[in-house]
């Protein structure tokens, strides 16, 4: 994402109930300050009570209320490769839960799993578009729709992974 691209604004806008972001800190210096000073705030999704620096480090959920907010959010995120936009209709700490469930997550370790041991536990970047396109790409129709959750839709652009995408409920 190196400019707020009309394609990926258009999305964002066209996505149903209220707007999020999910953004990793990782990428920044600071990133509540970095976003306290484009006039957005941001709850953070991992290792809540820890240290601030870790805390820092970590994804963090931002409400867009409105189109100019995504567009400050994107210029704030310029080149970085982060950013996946999610629609909620039941709001945001309804998305704030699914999201926490969705930090850590099973991979299976066998062509057929039948055992606990056939899964490794890991964490699941879904601040990282790139990471989101790779697992839609393979996922099944039950698989998005658990990614989605109580979501309608989400948008992310993946750059050389094929660009601005948006997955929908049902798709």
């Given at each position: 994402?190196?400019?707020?691209?009309?394609?990926l604004?258009?999305?964002i806008g066209?996505?149903?109930?209220?707007?999020?972001?999910?953004?990793?800190?990782?990428?920044?210096?600071d990133?509540?300050?970095?976003?306290?000073?484009v006039?957005?705030?941001?709850r953070?999704?991992?290792?809540?009570g820890?240290?601030v620096?870790?805390?820092?480090?970590?994804?963090?959920?931002?409400?867009?209320a409105?189109?100019?907010?995504?567009?400050?959010?994107?210029?704030l995120?310029?080149?970085?490769?982060?950013?996946?936009?999610?629609s909620?209709?039941?709001?945001m700490?309804?998305?704030?839960?699914h999201?926490?469930?969705?930090n850590?997550v099973?991979?299976?370790?066998?062509?057929?799993?039948r055992?606990d041991?056939?899964?490794?536990?890991?964490?699941f970047?879904?601040?990282?578009?790139n990471?989101i396109?790779?697992?839609?790409a393979?996922?099944?129709?039950?698989?998005?729709r658990?990614?989605?959750?109580?979501?309608?839709?989400?948008?992310?652009?993946a750059?050389s992974?094929?660009?601005?995408?948006v997955?929908?409920?049902?798709?």
């Open positions: 994402m190196t400019e707020p691209t009309p394609q604004l258009q999305e066209d996505l149903p109930h209220e707007r999020f972001v999910v953004l990793d800190g990782a990428l920044f210096n990133l509540p300050r970095e976003l306290a000073a006039g957005l705030g941001g953070p999704l991992y290792f809540e820890a240290d620096d870790i805390i820092k480090a970590g994804p963090f959920l931002i409400r867009l409105a189109y100019d907010s995504a567009q400050r959010l994107l210029n995120v310029g080149d970085r490769r982060t950013g996946v936009f999610w909620s209709p039941a709001g700490d309804t998305l704030y839960r999201l926490r469930r969705l850590m099973q991979i299976a370790l066998v062509h057929e799993p055992q041991s056939d899964f490794q536990t890991v964490l970047r879904h601040a990282d578009p990471v396109a790779t697992m839609v393979v996922m099944d129709a039950d698989q998005k658990e990614f989605l959750g109580p979501s309608p839709a989400v948008a992310y652009s750059g992974l094929g660009g601005v995408r997955l929908r409920a049902g798709a």
